[in-house]
């Protein structure tokens, strides 16, 4: 697969806000607030007027496959007014109300996350128990510059997790990219280990998470790293169509 261009600005702000180095061990700083909780449902199940993030496990009465994203601070709608309202999978939510595809959708964000520690959430997330489960994680081994082969590694693992607790569930993963500053050789590794994960484990890639927001100043929060609701929006239209495909499977 080609790959996918982001705009240089966008990889230096992200590098200038998350910069630092470390190893896939390295625990993600320690978040405050609605950041703590490890599940939040997105569903247009819960009442907008009441709905706030709640850990496991998410109340789903309505009969439809449960959708898990395991995500970032991209995922968990970070620095958004209403995160529960205006992240992606919020977004994606409401297009397949809209769409009369039943979904249940469960946001599993965590801000700061590297790959590793998705690996280490993820035992607990699949007492969900999901139907289709989306998997955004890597953007923060690309911004620290974490070997690929560990990152590819991590997905791994994850995927066979999936497997062995729902053998039928449907696995979707998420491109992402790494900062154009760490060098040629590298983003091109970066970029290929989510393909051929796809390929060799057999689950479906889905397109880069920021194309079309990525270095765009009005869609990108103050920090220009984190989309704004009209960014969110776009994310989301990047990952329906392969979802929606999944979902009517």
Not at 31 to 51: L, N
Not at 77 to 86: N, Q, S
Not at 211 to 222: C, D, P, S, T
Request: aromatic content about 6%; hydrophobic content about 45%; glycine content about 10%.
């Amino acid at each position: 697969m080609r790959q996918k261009t982001v705009p240089a600005l966008w990889f230096a702000a992200l590098v200038a806000a998350c910069g630092g180095s470390g190893d896939g061990s390295r625990q993600p700083a320690r978040a405050s607030g609605a950041e703590r909780a490890p599940v939040e449902s997105t569903s247009r199940a819960t009442s907008p007027a009441t709905a706030r993030p709640r850990p496991a496990s998410a109340s789903n009465h309505t009969g439809a496959p449960r959708v898990l994203f395991l995500g970032t601070s991209l995922t968990a709608g970070y620095g958004l007014e209403d995160p529960v309202t205006d992240a992606y999978p919020a977004v994606i939510q409401r297009m397949a109300d809209s769409a009369k595809v039943p979904a249940f959708i469960i946001n599993a964000g965590l801000s700061g996350e590297t790959s590793a520690g998705a690996l280490r959430r993820a035992d607990w997330l699949l007492r969900e128990k999901p139907d289709v489960f989306v998997l955004e994680t890597g953007a923060n081994d690309g911004l620290r510059g974490l070997n690929p082969d560990s990152t590819a590694a991590n997905l791994r693992a994850i995927v066979a997790k999936v497997r062995a607790a729902n053998p039928a569930a449907k696995i979707l993963l998420v491109q992402m990219e790494a900062p154009t500053n760490l060098g040629g050789v590298y983003t091109r590794q970066f970029h290929a280990l989510f393909g051929k994960v796809a390929s060799e484990d057999k689950v479906t890639l889905l397109p880069f998470l920021l194309e079309g927001v990525g270095g765009i100043a009005r869609l990108n929060q103050g920090d220009g790293i984190h989309p704004t609701p009209e960014g969110a929006r776009i994310a989301a239209r990047n990952i329906w169509p392969g979802l929606a495909r999944a979902l009517r499977r």
